[in-house]
């Protein structure tokens, strides 16, 4: 079932039109979840937070930066019809590691003949929502993890679960370690009318397990399409989960995403995030720190041009003593782009002994390129070693002369410097040929 938004008439005042337009935004997503998927408390309660909350404008702290006036000049369908996509066009993005440990989802919906998870060891689950909850014993598993991390409040969150059609579910059982990197492609295809897509991942990683994780945002729809992703993992006590989130859609199209961890004790959560694509995206990060000695990284790459926008929003909450956080975010920014990043790590009483870093890091590649950057620390704790910063730069004269003065001539120097910049992240990544395929796409980029 889709519904046409059909109510942003002219004549409206600003506020209305944006309270107008998230009502109908809401009401195109309800109406195409699929009855099997009611899930009438979860979806319930994320009703009644959207029907408080207006839709977000530059007036609105966490938006100040991030103009969504676009998004209300096109109306979205969220369509109950499946979209198809040829396997060969998943050739780009198929990892090589990951050829046995792969699920597919197009526009939101689970595709299983794109999907293969025969080469997982046994115990470890790993499929879609629609097929797992079918299964009596599955639903209470699911219904203690779905939905149920902090956070769930942000206005877009609270659309996605009231919304999404089905998710991803990676579930690694106690002591279990998963030498595979599992992968997810969410594939954005483009369609006849303007649609939104909601992706939804849910991954449970059980005491002692680990297991690496890689997410892919990817395809070629138009300018006329919207992502809204959320994805939810959970590190349980002394387990491990490394995980790598790519956005390379269309350069034209809406993409915005939330990432939420809540961390047990002695875990250990090592993210990155590379956004490339989309002509607005938003990803925000939310890291919960539950139990003692829990260890936090978090790396991210943007590297836009044009007239692309990439927001980066993190909160770090962490909760008890001992806790460790080490968070690096890059920009890369050409032309008329524009980077946003908002990072707050927040220490309170009871997170005595934290050491926390975070360091925003950005480029500046053209004069009239924008960079917005807000580093927080909130700490309350008194025996805590926390440190923070910014910087913009642009690429040094002096170091591109030395390099010239080597025989390397002006061009190639400046690549050189900026593949430099972006490798200290892409570095972090742990599987190999998603590796190698970024640092040629950022390569790419880079001027002649």
Known sequence: MSIQISETQPGLTAAEKRETYLK???????GSVPATLALPTLRGAAEALVKERSFPSSRDEEWRFTDLSALLEISFEAT????????????????????QARLVFVNGQYNADLSSTAGLPEGVVVGNLAALY?????????????GQQSGGH?????????????????????????????????????????????????????????????????????GSHLTNAVSEIWVDDNAQVT????????????????????????????????SLGAQLSRHHWEMYQA????????????????????????????????????????????????????????????????NANQLNRNLLLSDKGRVD????LDIVADNVKCSHGATISQLEADEIFYLQSRGINAAQAQQLLIYAFAMEVIDTIPVESLKAALTRQVAERTPE
């Open 80 to 99: 109950s019809q499946a979209a198809t996509v040829g396997p060969e066009s998943l050739a780009a993005v198929v990892l090589s590691e990951s050829q």
């Open 243 to 274: 995980h790598v989130r790519v956005q390379r859609e269309g350069t034209d199209t809406f993409h915005i995403g939330k990432t939420a961890v809540t961390q047990g004790r002695d875990s250990r959560y090592a993210g990155t995030a590379i």
């Open 24 to 30: 109908a935004l809401l009401a195109t997503v309800q």
């Open 373 to 376: 950057t807000k580093p927080q």
């Open 134 to 146: 079918a299964q009596t014993d599955w639903q209470q598993k699911i219904d203690s993890r779905l």
């Open 154 to 222: 942000e206005i877009f969150t609270a659309l996605n679960t009231a919304g999404f059609q089905d998710s991803a579910v990676i579930w690694v059982p106690r002591n279990q370690v998963v030498d595979t990197p599992i992968q997810i492609i969410f594939v954005s295809v483009p369609q006849p009318e303007s649609v939104v897509a909601q992706p939804r991942c849910l991954v449970v990683a059980e005491a002692g397990s680990a297991l690496a994780l890689v997410e892919e945002f990817w395809g070629a729809a138009s």
């Open 291 to 354: 139990g003692e000695q829990t260890d936090t990284k978090l790396y991210g790459l943007n590297a836009i041009a044009n007239t692309q926008t990439a927001d980066t929003h993190s909160l770090i909450a962490l909760a008890q003593p001992y806790g460790t956080v080490d968070q690096l975010h890059k920009s890369i920014v050409d032309d008329r782009a524009h980077s946003i990043f908002s990072g707050m790590i927040a220490v309170p009483q009871a997170a005595q002994m934290t």
